[in-house]
């Protein structure tokens, strides 16, 4: 049993410029162009990561100088009742 051969599932046997005037009217021929266009995406972004992974091997990107990652931020107490204590008069006037 081919299933290629059966109602639902045909494979039509169309040009370029044909599948083009067919999408939308021919699911099969949507479904190739999703696929397609999938494809070509997902290879566009692979690319596009392997060139930036080696301009950061390289060192032609590196990240800015003023960022202070390691040094953690320090709260001040009163502050952080003072923003708590005007919270919770809002609450008080709803």
Known sequence: M???KQKFLRVPHLSILASLRESTKNPFVDWILILIISGV???????NSINLHKKVVNGEIQSSENTNLNSPKIFDQNE??????????KALNF
């Not at 952080?80 to 008069?89: E, G, M, Y």
């Open 41 to 47: 995406i997902v290879l566009l972004l692979i690319i």
């Open 80 to 89: 952080l009742k003072s923003i708590i204590s005007k919270f919770d008069s």
């Open 2 to 4: 081919n299933l290629f």
